[in-house]
């Protein structure tokens, strides 16, 4: 019984396609579907924040006209995609909500899609042409470890131990910010996992400078 854990970078426009590529590549190694997927959101947040995918494309395009619509497509898929980008490879497959119960400004998720906005327009000045591989690399700053949370990555490694001491399980993934999934830390969610005995197989889609 294996758990695999996508690391991420919440912030970059090419790492849907990336993580759903390996999960789909997992998929194809092991018996049936995965039995969950944990995500690091709140269910209520993670359906707020995609509900505002289509107001960013509008945006993205009324600053850049000339970004074509795969990019446009890519860059509206990736808001909030940590939530849902396993759908593309497994259906009907029990969702672990890492952060449920977490409280956080009703203002801070409505104007998320805004505040993504204005980080490509901070990144303009050396990305005349919005492009979404560039804005990938742009975006490493924001995965950085000094933003690591030990609290928050305790209750994710809590919430998926009670998942898997619950109930039967043949593999798992979790889908979190690569410091979770890190092993810099002693009480990352990673680690914590591996202390209780809980095979990982991590893969980190971004540095973590």
């Known amino acids: 019984m294996t758990l695999y854990i996508a690391g991420i970078n919440h912030y970059d426009p090419m790492a ?6 390996w999960l789909c590549s997992l998929s194809g190694q092991q018996p049936g579907s995965p039995s969950f997927v944990a995500v690091e959101f709140a269910e209520p947040h993670f359906h707020q924040l995609r509900a505002q995918r289509s107001q960013y ?10 970004v074509p619509e795969c990019d446009l497509e890519r860059f509206e898929r990736s808001l909030g995609y940590e939530g849902d980008t396993y759908e593309e490879c497994f259906s009907g497959t029990e969702v672990v909500w890492l952060d449920e119960g977490r409280e956080i400004e009703p203002v801070v998720i409505s104007r998320h899609a805004w ?3 204005q980080c490509l327009r901070f990144f303009e000045r050396w990305n005349a042409l919005m492009l979404p591989g560039v ?17 928050r990555s305790g209750r994710f490694a809590e919430r998926i131990l009670t998942r898997i001491q619950g109930g039967d399980w043949r593999w798992g993934v ?5 410091s979770h999934a890190s092993e810099r830390f002693e009480n990352s969610m990673r680690s914590l996992l591996e202390k209780a005995g809980v095979l990982c197989v991590t893969r980190l889609f971004c540095r973590l400078d």
């Open 16 to 21: 849907r396609d990336r993580v759903a590529n």
């Open 57 to 66: 494309r509008a945006w993205i395009h009324s600053e850049w006209p000339d």
């Open 115 to 117: 505040n993504r906005l």
């Open 135 to 151: 804005v990938s690399e742009q975006v490493q700053a924001y995965a950085r470890s000094g933003v690591f949370s030990p609290e």
């Open 174 to 178: 979790v889908i979190a910010g690569a």
